[in-house]
C-alpha cells in the first residue's frame, strides 16, 4: 500500500464512526506503509487484535503478558475490553479503540490498501511478452510471457518464469524465479472469505497478495488465493497438478506435490514434502505435518502428525482405513 499518515486514518476513523477512544497517541505523526496479521506486524504496520474473547487470536485464555509485550505495530485495532492494556503494548505506537477491530481492519484496507498506482511496472529487455499479453506489473530477466496473460499493477515475476497461455498474475504478487504456470492458472485472486457484521455476511478482501519461492510449477487452472492481512507463501520446489486448489492463507513450506484436483481451505500450513494425491482436501486452519501422505480423495478435518499417511473420509491412519474397508466389504457380502 502507498504511505498513509497517521492523523489522516484517524480523521477517517473518527468521521466514519468507528473510533471509539484514542489511547497511546504517539509523539509527532506516524507514517504507516503496510499492514500485517497482529504476530507479524511491524512498527509501521496496521494490525488488528479481536481480544480474549476470540479463541482464533488469542488461545483460550489470551495472550500472555509476555506475547503482548512482543507485539509491533504502528496501529493497533482492538476491541473496548482492551482500552486498559495500552501499558502492556509498549512496541505499539498508536492503539485504536473500536466495536468489532476485524471490521475496522477491513474498512481501513478498502479505504487506503488497494491502491496500486506506485507498484513498479515493465519487463525486463530479454523477456518475450506475447502481442496480445497485458503486463502492467513487472517481469524480469528471461520471462516468457504467453498469450492472453495479464499481469496487473503490483505484480512481480522473477527471471527465467513461464507463463504459458491466459495465466492470470493479480497486484502484490511476487514469484521467485525459474517458476511455470501452464495455461489458466490463476495467482492472487480473491479468496472466498465473508464475515457477519450489522446483520449482514460481508465480503472479506483479500490484498495481502501471495509470495511464491524458485522453481515452482502450477499445473492448467490451477489457482492460488491472495491472503487478507498476510500473504498466502509457497516456498521452494513445489509441484502443482490441474485444478488445484490453494486457499487465501495458507503457508507452504519446500517440495510439496498436490495432484489434480485437491485443495486446500484457507490458512492451512504445510511442511516441507508433504503430497497430496489426487482428490484429497483438506479443511481450514489445520497443519499437515513434515512428510505427511494425503490418500487420494480423502477428506482431512483433523491436523495431520509429521510422517503420517492417512486415508478416507473424514481421514484417519491409512492402515485402519485399510482394515475397516476389508471389516465393511465383509460386512456387506454376509
Known amino acids: 500500500m502507498a504511505p498513509v499518515a497517521l492523523s489522516d486514518v484517524l480523521a477517517w476513523l473518527r468521521s466514519s464512526g468507528l473510533l471509539e477512544a484514542d489511547v497511546a497517541c504517539p509523539e509527532g505523526d506516524v507514517q504507516l506503509t503496510g499492514f500485517a496479521a497482529v504476530?507479524?506486524?511491524?512498527?509501521?504496520?496496521?494490525?488488528?487484535?479481536?481480544?480474549?474473547?476470540?479463541?482464533?487470536?488469542?488461545?483460550a485464555n489470551g495472550y500472555a503478558s509476555s506475547v503482548l509485550e512482543s507485539v509491533r505495530a504502528g496501529l493497533l485495532f482492538a476491541p473496548p475490553e482492551c482500552a486498559s492494556l495500552a501499558d502492556k503494548l509498549p512496541g505499539v505506537r498508536f492503539l485504536a479503540i473500536v466495536e468489532n477491530p476485524y471490521h475496522a481492519m477491513v474498512e481501513f484496507l478498502n479505504r487506503f490498501a488497494s491502491d496500486c498506482s506506485m507498484a513498479v511496472s515493465g519487463h525486463a529487455a530479454s523477456a518475450k511478452v506475447h502481442a496480445s499479453a497485458v503486463v502492467e506489473g513487472f517481469v524480469g530477466e528471461n520471462v516468457v510471457?504467453?498469450?492472453?496473460?495479464?499481469?496487473?499493477?503490483?505484480?512481480?515475476?522473477?527471471?527465467?518464469?513461464?507463463?504459458?497461455?491466459?495465466?492470470?498474475?493479480?497486484?502484490?504478487?511476487?514469484?521467485?524465479?525459474?517458476?511455470v504456470f501452464q495455461a489458466g492458472v490463476v495467482v492472487g485472486s480473491r479468496g472466498f472469505g465473508f464475515y457477519e457484521y450489522a446483520g449482514k455476511r460481508r465480503m472479506v478482501p483479500h490484498l495481502a497478495g501471495v509470495r511464491i519461492g524458485d522453481r515452482c510449477s502450477f499445473g492448467a487452472n490451477t489457482v492460488v488465493a491472495a491472503g487478507f492481512v498476510s500473504p498466502t507463501t509457497i516456498g521452494n520446489d513445489c509441484h502443482f497438478d490441474s485444478f488445484v486448489q490453494i486457499g487465501h492463507n495458507c503457508v507452504l513450506g519446500n517440495n510439496i506435490f498436490m495432484a489434480s484436483q485437491s485443495g486446500l481451505a484457507g490458512t492451512v500450513t504445510v511442511e516441507d514434502d508433504v503430497e497430496l494425491a489426487g482428490g484429497a482436501q483438506v479443511a481450514g486452519h489445520l497443519t499437515l505435518g513434515k512428510g505427511a501422505r494425503i490418500a487420494a480423495k480423502a477428506g482431512v478435518t483433523k491436523s495431520i502428525p509429521a510422517g503420517r499417511m492417512v486415508s478416507g473420509f473424514p481421514a484417519i491412519e491409512i492402515n485402519i482405513w485399510r482394515k475397516a474397508m476389508v471389516k465393511l466389504k465383509r460386512l456387506g457380502e454376509s
Open 39 to 59: 504476530d507479524r506486524a511491524g512498527p509501521s504496520d496496521v494490525s488488528f487484535w479481536l481480544g480474549s474473547t476470540s479463541k482464533s487470536e488469542t488461545n
Open 145 to 179: 510471457v504467453g498469450p492472453g496473460c495479464v499481469v496487473m499493477r503490483g505484480a512481480k515475476v522473477g527471471a527465467n518464469c513461464v507463463l504459458e497461455a491466459n495465466v492470470t498474475v493479480y497486484p502484490n504478487v511476487e514469484i521467485g524465479e525459474g517458476c
